[in-house]
């Protein structure tokens, strides 16, 4: 059994991660679950518990708080707080100083922690070694022996580990050059035998007659744009009904400033989109349908469809900001304001016609 002058010694001389196995082990042995935490260069002990009326306790110890600042010591007594567990504190190289301490908060140097580790029949591992058990080969394994005798039995293991090791990398190299050389007779023996290569295409050619064949034509003249061009035409209709026959430009301040009037009137609007909104059922476009003198748009009117009324090709949906169209359709109301969106005039979009862009 040590006693307790050479407990003190052993903690005053121990790392920070040896105090806290030993405050571990304090816990454990009064019957506490017990985990290490790290935070930066510092180590907690979480211990949980139970008192003798039965109630549950859970302490926090920090571990090696040498040079603590009161700061420091308040902010750790408010997280302790906030996580409502008790707070301890180790510094057992030089102690805290008893004006930086806050209240509520219980503080071990090393003479107490030996008494603490006494009491609770914990006593630090007896790591002591000898030089001889130190020792290691260049591999990192212990050598056995003393004198002259252990000299030579590690230049005798690292010879033998040496050799041991270019036999295993010769191995490797060997298996690299047979492949090599495997490849390269096979290479050989291919140019080398007609028949070899004539099996080899008759093969190929069974292999390409059974996939699909894809003729890509190639034309350097055709670009990227063209092919856009091509794909969505400067003019192209798209109708999901009839066309009313009837269908008037209603002034925009009119329509604006009573829709429901005009709820149910066939409309023809041209004009340039402003923006493309596509949701789940929905399609929708904000078209500006004033021009002005200055060659710019104004005046907003929401036209939408449900998806798959208009536009059957996929392609020729991708309608463009900027892009001028005109537009069919029933008057039915307005849109719902939000707070980044005005209420705009809404059309019930029967038809559209791309008339250039």
């Not at 020792?135 to 041991?164: F, K, N, Q, S, Y």
């Amino acid at each position: 059994m040590m006693r307790e002058g050479s407990i003190h010694e052993v903690i005053s001389n121990a790392s920070a991660v040896d105090v806290a196995s030993l405050v571990q082990r304090l816990w454990e042995e009064r019957g506490y679950e017990t985990t290490l935490t790290f935070s930066g260069p510092d180590i907690h002990v979480e211990a949980v518990g139970e008192t003798d009326e039965g109630a549950t306790r859970t302490v926090r110890t920090w571990v090696d708080a040498d040079g603590a600042t009161e700061r420091q010591l308040r902010v750790f007594v408010n997280a302790c707080d906030r996580d409502e567990v008790e707070p301890h504190v180790v510094a057992a190289k030089t102690g805290l100083n008893s004006g930086v301490i806050p209240p509520g908060i219980a503080t071990f140097d090393a003479s107490g922690l030996a008494v603490e580790l006494r009491e609770a029949g914990v006593e630090p591992e007896d790591d002591e070694t000898t030089e001889e058990e130190q020792e290691t080969d260049w591999l990192g394994e212990p050598v056995d022996g003393d004198g002259d005798d252990a000299d030579d039995d590690e230049e005798e293991t690292e010879e033998i580990d040496r050799r041991e090791a270019v036999k295993t990398v010769a191995s490797y190299v060997l298996v690299g050059l047979g492949s090599y050389l495997a490849v390269e007779r096979l290479s050989d023996y291919v140019q080398s035998s007609p028949e070899a290569r004539a099996a080899i295409r008759r093969h190929m050619t069974d292999l390409r007659g059974r996939l699909p064949r894809m003729d890509v034509s190639f034309d350097p003249n055709v670009t990227n744009q063209t092919r856009m061009n091509e794909a969505m035409p400067s003019r192209q209709s798209a109708s999901g009904g009839d066309r009313p026959a009837n269908a008037t430009r209603i002034p925009y301040h009119e329509l604006a400033a009573d829709t429901a009037a005009f709820s149910g009137d066939a409309v023809r609007y041209e004009g340039t989109v402003d923006s493309v909104k596509e949701r789940e059922e929905t399609f929708q476009i904000d078209l500006l349908v004033a021009e002005t003198e200055a060659d710019e748009w104004t005046d907003a009117v929401a036209c939408r469809w449900e998806i798959g009324t208009l536009f059957d090709d996929s392609m020729s949906v991708r309608l463009l900001e900027n892009e001028t169209v005109t537009v069919w359709g029933v008057v039915r109301g307005k849109t719902r304001a939000t707070r980044y969106e005005r209420a705009l005039p809404l059309i019930e979009t029967l038809d559209i016609t791309r008339t250039g862009g």
